[in-house]
């Protein structure tokens, strides 16, 4: 797995979601926290995406929730019980996001709240609670 220059821990963020619906818009977390970024995802599997510093960013919410902020973006999954580390310019440069989700019907009739990865037609079913450690 390698090792990691940590230094003493600055900030430890907990996350946590109650309802299917949720977004986190871009951001590059500070410099400040170190070179280095992991997030812990539990109870819910999640798609994080690295969002490009140089492309024209989309800001409809519709627009970002079917076609991503722009059109360079990068979607990672990050399943349930998994941790997600990123460093350099995926760390510094790229921010990092969670779409809103989508709603869809599914064969038995069932709303759903799901997300994409790499492309819309690929969906992941979201769970109604989130806890992410950062």
Sequence with gaps: CGSFDLGPTRDITVNYRSNSFFRLDPHVDPQDDG???FILGL???AVITFVSPSAPRRIDPV???TKSWTDQD???LLQKRSLVHFTSDARATWGH???GGLEVEE???QRSVVDWWGQ???LL???TDRISVV
Aim: hydrophobic share 40%.
């Design 125 to 127: 079913r979201r769970g």
């Design 120 to 122: 819309p037609s690929f």
């Design 74 to 76: 990068i979607d990672v």
């Design 35 to 37: 070179p280095n970024v």
């Design 43 to 45: 109870l819910s599997d």
């Design 107 to 109: 064969a038995n009739g």
């Design 97 to 99: 996001a969670i779409r």
């Design 63 to 65: 627009q970002v929730a």
